[in-house]
């Protein structure tokens, strides 16, 4: 295979330019220089987003179509991995195991990779418009993950927003947030710790009440004389109800309240004050979970679905069963910003399982494309493993399976595994090894 490999990090350049803004930075991409190979006989697929969904989007494109030109687009300069990222906040796993090199993959699987922000779309002549330049292209994947859409709580109170940003971030968003969510659970010295749940459909939909157990295990082990208050907006707790209901009564009996009905309707930041549906709770410490909304670029590419009203909303609009934009079949979304997919369900779980599954299939789609071939559609499948106690580990998990029906409808069996176990703790780290093995070239 090929070897391309092209790394830019140059000082803020890459992060300078604001979201949506036409291109201000200068233009180190173009027709002459020699950042991008050089355009062949093959198709240019440009990725937008290196995390789950894109690097292993990336991969299987250089694998499935000889000769296409992959560009992967990515912000970060390392990737950083939401899967075990919540045993990493309470030191069951390091950073080692969370964070990865980029160009790894790139050099082993022939792909470029090029750290800039992208910034918006000039679809109709098929360019990326970039920190550093245009990036033309023949098929586009878009695979940004999530924004925490804070102006649902704050409007365009921007003092409002950062102060909870800077001090409450829930650090979903990865890369970001992650070490300061870590030194605050490390200076939590006791009193009241709250976390918003947010309504669906949201980023890894088990993966909260994970935390808050291991938030827990950490308040016991440590002696800690804290709570944990988790303000949940379902009225049950789901999915693997009945495990983590068992988790919080038998494991952390004094230390976690769950309160079911509770929507977020006033935040108030700088009192550290909560009003929701289910009472007012106050907090000395807190993780705040905004509603999930896909990432801006799917905004910037003006693909954002909208509902009978009109209103956005929030997701990709998308083939449910192609994954390419309804509306430009040369644009695929891949991972947690997809739209929904079925009137069963409504969307997929937003999970690294299912962003790694479909960003293979959706190059599988573009490659039978390029190849002149009709394409097939294919389903995914999900697994999610969560850690409920930290000594001795054990973990609980659900699974998802889909089928389509006679009409075409996709149809989705939930299969929850409620009762903890210790061999479920090395299922989850053989799981993880094997996908971090499938896009890190580890
Ligand atoms: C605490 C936690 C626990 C989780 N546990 C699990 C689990 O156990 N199992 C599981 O399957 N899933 C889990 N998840 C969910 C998983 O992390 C996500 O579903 C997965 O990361 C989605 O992949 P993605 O590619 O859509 O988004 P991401 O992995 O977030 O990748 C998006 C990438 O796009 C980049 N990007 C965004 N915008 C731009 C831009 N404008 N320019 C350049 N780059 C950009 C970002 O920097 C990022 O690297 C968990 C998540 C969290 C936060």
Same mark, same amino acid.
């Given at each position: 295979m090929q070897r391309r490999h092209f790394l830019i990090t140059p000082p803020a350049l890459a992060l300078g330019a604001a979201a949506g803004s036409a291109l201000a930075a200068p233009a180190a991409i173009s027709a002459q220089s020699s950042i991008l190979p050089r355009r062949g006989k093959g198709p240019r697929i440009v990725v937008c987003g290196g995390g789950w969904g894109g690097l292993t989007a990336a991969r299987y494109l250089r694998e499935l179509i000889p000769g296409a030109d992959v560009v992967l687009l990515e912000r970060n300069p390392t990737f950083w991995s939401g899967p075990m990222s919540n045993k990493w906040l309470v030191d069951i796993v390091g950073t080692d195991f969370v964070q990865y090199d980029m160009l790894r993959p790139a050099n082993r699987y022939g792909y470029t990779l090029l750290q800039t922000?992208?910034?918006?779309?000039e679809r109709d002549r098929r360019r990326v418009r970039t920190g550093h330049g245009l990036v033309e292209y023949d098929y586009l994947v878009l695979s940004g993950g999530i924004r925490d859409a804070w102006d649902a709580w704050f409007g365009d109170d921007q003092r409002a927003i950062d102060h909870a940003r800077t001090h409450f971030a829930s650090a979903y968003i990865p890369n970001q947030q992650m070490h300061a969510l870590k030194q605050r659970v490390k200076d939590f010295k006791g009193g009241t710790l709250v976390m918003t749940l947010l309504p669906p459909p949201h980023r890894c939909p088990p993966s909260p009440y994970e935390r808050a157990c291991l938030i827990a295990w950490h308040i016991k082990k440590h002696r800690i004389p804290g709570k944990v208050v988790i303000l949940d907006p379902k009225p049950t707790i789901a999915p693997i109800g009945m495990g983590y209901q068992q988790a919080f009564e038998e494991l952390y009996p004094d230390i976690i309240t769950h309160v079911p009905?509770?929507?977020?309707?006033?935040?108030?930041p700088f009192n550290k004050r909560i009003q929701t549906s289910a009472g007012e709770w106050k907090f000395d410490e807190a993780i705040l979970m905004p509603p999930h909304q896909a990432a801006d670029m799917v905004w910037h590419a003006g693909l954002i679905g909208r509902d009978a009203a009109g209103k956005p909303t929030g997701w990709a609009d998308m083939?449910? *069963?192609?994954?390419?934009?309804h509306g430009d079949d040369r644009v695929y979304f891949v991972g947690d910003l997809m739209g929904p997919?079925?009137?069963?369900?409504?969307?997929?779980?937003?999970?690294g399982h299912v962003a790694n599954y479909i960003g293979r299939i959706v190059a599988r789609n573009i490659a039978e494309r390029v190849a002149g071939k009709e394409v097939t559609p294919l389903l995914p499948d999900n697994l999610c493993y969560m850690m409920v106690n930290g000594d001795p580990q054990e973990e609980i998990s659900v699974k998802f399976e889909y089928e389509v029906d006679a009409s075409g409808r996709v149809l989705q069996t939930q299969i929850d595994?409620?009762? *903890?176990?210790?061999?479920m703790v090395q299922e989850d780290f053989a799981w993880a090894r094997s996908k971090f093995a499938d896009f890190l070239a580890l």
């Open positions: 922000e992208v910034t918006g779309f009905n509770a929507r977020v309707q006033e935040v108030d083939h449910p *069963r192609l994954y390419h934009a997919v079925s009137d069963q369900f409504g969307h997929y779980p937003k999970s595994m409620d009762l *903890r176990s210790t061999e």
